[in-house]
């Protein structure tokens, strides 16, 4: 098995309504996540079988499911939230987890993002 095969999904926008700040919590915002997934794409690769790998689809919704579901105070929570679903779901050995919000509201000029990233290994 190759430690450097990963599966990317990256950009993926939704809108929650994730944050500390009330207004978040009534307002919501964007979030943009990316996220990659570590396992063995040999078998696939040579198979050309989807069951040998991981469907890009289900990862999708359960991003989808976590970031458009009940709010977290904190994109770190966000975050675990989405690793601990894919590994839970998924034949991955490990994740990580970037989740961003390019519109955080802190007070001054911010011409970049607020994110954190995660990696997360099965036990």
């Known amino acids: 098995m190759s430690a450097d095969d990963r599966i ?13 700040n009330p207004e978040e919590r009534v307002q919501g ?9 570590r396992l063995d794409l040999q078998p696939a690769g040579q198979s050309d079988d989807l069951s040998q790998t991981v469907n890009y ?3 999708y919704r359960v991003i989808h499911d976590v970031v458009e579901g009940p709010p977290c ?7 675990e939230r ?3 679903a894919i590994l ?5 050995r490990s994740v ?3 989740v961003s919000k390019p519109w955080a509201p802190i007070k001054g000029m911010v ?7 995660i990696e997360r290994c099965r036990d």
């Open 57 to 59: 689809s289900q990862v």
């Open 111 to 117: 011409t970049g993002e607020v994110a954190v990233e």
């Open 29 to 37: 915002q964007r979030f943009v996540v990316d996220v990659w997934l």
């Open 88 to 92: 839970g779901q998924t034949a991955a």
């Open 82 to 84: 989405i690793a601990m």
């Open 73 to 79: 105070n904190l994109i770190e929570a966000v975050a």
């Open 8 to 20: 990317l999904l990256t950009g993926l926008t939704f809108y929650g309504y994730h944050g500390a």
């Open 96 to 98: 990580g987890v970037r």
